[in-house]
T-cell receptor, first 113, second 114 residues
Framework: DGGITQSPKYLFRKEGQNVTLSCEQNLNHDAMYWYRQDPGQGLRLIYYSQIVNDFQKGDIAEGYSVSREKKESFPLTVTSAQKNPTAFYLC????????????FGSGTRLTVV | GENVEQHPSTLSVQEGDSAVIKCTYS??????FPWYKQELGKRPQLIIDIRSNVGEKKDQRIAVTLNKTAKHFSLHITETQPEDSAVYFC?????????????FGRGTSLIVHP
């Protein structure tokens, strides 16, 4: 389904818990990204990675962590330090970072209960 | 860093009319400008893009124009159809310390009335 898979589709988190969102791609893309989408806010960059074992903070990295141990995988952990985690999270990948279009996953909707 | 402003936030048109969405960017180093369409409940999908060495690009009913001097780019949709109803995002990709960072606009909700 588009070569990039996010799971789960819906996730519920209790206060104080860490949760991990999965993102896997089979497109052989070097670059991967995590965005947060809130109504009226557009897409805000959380973290991005150009190569394995390297990643950089985006505009709203506080309260989030990532890893890039494999080229195909870029999981996002939403920690208890993230004060307002309820949102729609989108993972994306591109051939390389720069002037290349992005392929998005279908998203994970996280709700704090 | 880069700042992308997108207008309008909502656009309502009658079927068959044209629709124009405008974006401005702040960093003159930005050199890649994609547009994404996100239908309700679905993932954003790339519909057209333009690079800084080109002033205009067309793909059937969709066109994008770029004015590097004024730092703005626009999406033009002609002969709109109800299936064009979606949220459209513009983006600008700029370089920071050797890496290219994509920044998105806040989106335009296009509603096409039959």
């Amino acid at each position: 389904d588009g070569g990039i898979t996010q799971s789960p589709k819906y996730l519920f988190r209790k206060e104080g818990q860490n949760v991990t969102l999965s993102c896997e791609q089979n497109l052989n893309h070097d670059a991967m990204y995590w965005y947060r989408q809130d109504p009226g806010q557009g897409l805000r960059l959380i973290y991005y990675s150009q190569i394995v074992n390297d990643f950089q903070k985006g505009d709203i990295a506080e309260g989030y962590s990532v890893s890039r141990e494999k080229k195909e995988s870029f999981p996002l952990t939403v920690t208890s330090a993230q004060k307002n985690p309820t949102a729609f999270y989108l993972c994306a990948s591109s051939i390389k970072q720069g002037d290349y279009g992005y392929t998005f996953g279908s998203g994970t909707r996280l709700t704090v209960v | 860093g880069e700042n992308v402003e997108q207008h309008p936030s909502t656009l309502s048109v009658q079927e068959g009319d044209s629709a124009v969405i405008k974006c401005t960017y702040s960093d003159s180093a930005s050199n890649y400008f994609p547009w994404y369409k996100q239908e309700l409940g679905k993932r954003p999908q790339l519909i057209i893009d333009i690079r800084s060495n080109v002033g205009e690009k067309k793909d059937q009913r969709i066109a994008v124009t770029l004015n590097k001097t004024a730092k703005h780019f626009s999406l033009h949709i002609t002969e709109t159809q109800p299936e064009d109803s979606a949220v459209y995002f513009c983006a600008a990709s700029y370089a920071s310390g050797g890496s290219y960072i994509p920044t998105f606009g806040r989106g335009t909700s296009l509603i096409v009335h039959p």
